[in-house]
């Protein structure tokens, strides 16, 4: 069975330009997670989708960060303009379903540098 | 929300050595998982623990629910075991569904 994949595995941008992150989860999978790793820290989560509902996004910075789900498979986050401080690892995570009653797997995850 | 403390933050050990990582919840979880985070950044499923003991292979892990902390126990470590572990712990009450990561236990085995 394959894992939750990702891609890029690394991008480098210019600071006030555009990037967006892809996954795929494990099939089957009803819920995807988007998380943000800065360096020695442990990932935080930033938004949490049910199918293609959105139903955790309080940790999104709206401002400068979107994100969608739009046939509960695959999702993209977007970052339009980045800033020096986005530097960091964006992880997905997907489990069965929500809850927190079910084991979560993580994707690669997208190393981002924004100079 | 829950915060999760790991414990020690940096290990170092010769190879053969057993060791035991700490997780210390600040408040009741249904879920509660260990992680292995390797030199390329992929984390790896360890264990998911909510309670009681699980072992596969040189590893352990044990959660005591009541008294909300985790143990993970590797024996006789090898060079491949070296990376950052964490835990992370999650309570749905509240309205938050998301798992909170420790600051990880940074583990270096060496030949």
């Known amino acids: 069975e394959a894992g939750v994949v990702q891609s890029p595995r690394y991008k480098i941008i210019e600071k006030k330009q555009p990037v967006a992150f892809w996954c795929n989860p494990i099939s089957g999978h009803n819920t995807l997670y988007w998380y943000l790793q800065n360096l020695g820290q442990g990932p935080e989560l930033l938004i949490r989708?049910?199918?293609?509902?959105?139903?955790?996004d309080s940790q999104l910075p709206k401002d400068r960060f979107s994100a969608e789900r739009l046939k509960g498979v695959d999702s993209t986050l977007k970052i339009q303009p980045a800033e020096l401080g986005d530097s960091a690892v964006y992880l997905c995570?997907?489990?069965?379903?929500?809850?927190?009653?079910?084991?979560?797997?993580f994707g690669p995850g997208t190393r981002l540098t924004v100079t | 929300g829950i915060q999760v403390e790991q414990s020690p933050p940096d290990l170092i050990l010769q190879e053969g050595a057993n060791s035991t990582l700490r997780c210390n919840f600040s408040d009741s979880v249904n879920n509660l998982q260990w992680f292995h985070q390797n030199p390329w950044g992929q984390l790896i499923n360890l264990f998911y623990?909510?309670?009681g003991t699980k072992q596969n292979g040189r590893l352990s892990a044990t959660t005591v629910a009541t008294e909300r902390y985790s143990l993970l126990y590797i024996s006789s470590s090898q060079t491949t075991d070296s990376g950052v572990y964490f835990c992370?712990?999650?309570?749905?009450?509240?309205?938050?569904?998301?798992?909170?990561f420790g600051k990880g236990t940074k583990l270096t085995v060496n030949p």
């Open positions: 995570a997907s489990s069965l379903e929500g809850g927190l009653y079910y084991e979560q797997y």
């Open positions: 623990i909510p309670s």
């Open positions: 992370a712990g999650g309570n749905p009450q509240g309205g938050s569904e998301k798992l909170v």
């Open positions: 989708y049910e199918n293609e509902e959105a139903v955790d």
